[in-house]
């Protein structure tokens, strides 16, 4: 069964910085595209940014060059670095991989960036 938990938010003043988890279990992680999801309060959930399994990154242009995201094939995780971070960086963050044609999502963690 997969499953994935997200750890790491936190309050944090404006232009703080940092770093989320994702705990990946249940599938052959290394082969697998990751992704950072979140969703602000009453917004859609959007696509922050993206890992394939040979490393290469994407980013949703809000967050390009400030966001890292990076994966440990070793321990099976995912992880976003994150700095300058802006109150409009407030939301829901998620994991999320596709399995066998399914989206498996984690439970989130909570950013909060106060001004």
């Known amino acids: 069964q997969v499953h994935l938990r997200e750890s790491g938010g936190d309050l944090v003043q404006a232009g703080g910085s940092l770093r989320l988890s994702c705990a990946a279990s249940?599938?052959?992680?290394?082969?697998?595209?990751m992704n950072w999801h979140r969703q602000a309060p009453g917004k859609q959930r959007e696509l922050v940014a993206t890992?394939?399994?040979?490393?290469?990154?994407n980013y949703t242009d809000v967050v390009a060059g400030r966001f890292t995201v990076s994966r440990d094939n070793v321990w099976n995780r995912m992880y976003l670095q994150m700095n300058s971070l802006k109150p409009e960086d407030t939301a829901v963050y998620y994991c999320?991989?596709?399995?066998?044609?399914?989206?498996?999502w984690g439970r989130g963690t909570q950013v909060t960036v106060s001004s």
């Open positions: 999320n991989t596709k399995h066998r044609g399914s989206n498996f």
């Open positions: 249940g599938i052959n992680f290394k082969i697998y595209t």
């Open positions: 890992i394939d399994s040979s490393g290469k990154t």
